[in-house]
């Protein structure tokens, strides 16, 4: 208390129930401190254990799913020469063997049901553990087959092809992996492009018949169409995996992409020469030698060699029947070009 007669401050002594009021109000004071101390420590709490419980529902419920990219990415490297039977990796990791008389494969529209040649069926699971399950269909050298995938899709598939696939499509796009070559027959469904990717270009398409040529061992990948349109993006990156480049292409033009230049061309052509080994025939216009006998090579799944460079480089036009064996085919070249070939079991040199 403050005298307002003098610069002192006297200090009054303070009644028992001066001191019961303070006390009351100091532990007040206090307990409403703790309450607030306890208050913020359980929204902070209840705070943290949503975002945890939002964090785990985000997961469970968002696990991405596998693509198809993902599962290129771990498939080991293929050696199309060692099998002799066309050969179909399930999902869950059985494969399947498929002779030739049986080389037709047809799936159900959900994709759990597929027939190999007429009768045989085998049921699968379209996903395992929530994410879309995906199939891998093997032609080694010397074989070829006929898919049609759960879309209504259909795709013939020349000999040193895989194509990886999902049991059944899911999402907005419907993509499959090529390597080799192959012809598409897309079922339609503008709302769901159909997309055909490879290691170097991306194709997509609504609905259309067309054919694309992706040999790892080729310079080039070559993308011809007979009806339709589709739009062509090409890798410039392999690290980033963009795709900076693109083409989009009319019925009977072929677009070439070149994987050392990395230049892209397109040309009008006869489609029904890029088309015709679907029907056992082959239709070479100005092409060299070496890419002949790399094409029959694959369809006769036998080694062929060029010991002269300036040979390999001569260019051939003509037709092949593939359904003769391949001492004729041979023969047929060697009419047509100035060259000389010996066979050792499972080799032919020409020189």
């Known amino acids: 208390m403050k005298d307002n007669g003098s610069n002192k401050v006297k200090i009054l002594p303070i009644t028992k129930l001066e001191k019961v009021a303070l006390k009351n109000k100091i532990f007040n004071s206090v307990n409403k401190v703790e309450r607030k101390k306890r208050s913020k420590g359980l929204a902070m709490a209840v705070t943290f254990s949503m975002l945890f419980l939002v964090g785990l529902s985000f997961y469970f419920f968002n696990e991405p799913t596998t693509s198809i990219t ?41 994709g759990k049901t597929l027939t190999i040649g007429e009768d045989r069926e085998i ?33 013939w598939l020349n000999s040193g092809s895989k ?50 040529t992706s040999y790892s061992e080729e310079d080039a990948i070559n993308t011809v169409l007979k009806s339709g349109s589709v739009m062509i993006s090409y890798h410039n990156d392999p690290k980033t995996h963009k795709y900076a480049d693109k083409i989009k292409i009319t019925p009977g033009t072929k677009a070439t992409y070149n994987k050392t230049t990395q230049g892209i061309i397109s ?35 036998v080694k062929i060699e060029i010991e002269n460079e300036d040979l390999a480089k001569e260019s051939f036009s003509g037709y092949l029947d593939l359904n ?21 079991e499972n080799r032919i040199i020409i020189n």
């Open 70 to 110: 993902d599962v290129v990415n771990t498939n080991e490297a293929t050696d199309f020469s060692k099998s002799d039977e066309v050969v179909l990796i399930l999902g869950d990791g059985e494969n399947l063997k498929i002779n030739e008389k049986d080389s037709n494969i047809n799936y159900s529209n959900s």
């Open 123 to 155: 049921e699968q699971e379209a996903s395992r553990n929530s994410k879309t399950s995906y199939n891998t269909l093997i032609i080694p050298y010397g074989k070829r087959s006929k898919i049609n995938l759960s879309d209504g899709t259909m795709v």
């Open 163 to 212: 194509l990886v696939y999902p049991v059944a499509f899911n999402g907005d796009r419907r993509e499959i992996y090529l390597e080799g070559e192959a012809i598409f027959d897309v079922a339609h469904d503008k709302s769901h492009p159909f997309i055909v990717k490879s290691k170097d270009q991306e194709v997509q398409v609504l609905g259309t018949v067309f054919g694309v």
């Open 267 to 301: 040309e009008k052509v006869n489609v029904n020469n890029y088309f015709s080994w679907r029907d056992g025939v082959l239709v070479f216009q100005n092409n060299d030698l070496r890419y002949v006998t790399n094409r029959i090579a694959r369809y006769y799944n």
């Open 324 to 344: 003769e064996d391949i001492d004729k085919v041979i023969q047929n070249i060697q009419a047509s070009t100035n060259m000389n070939y010996t066979i050792k």
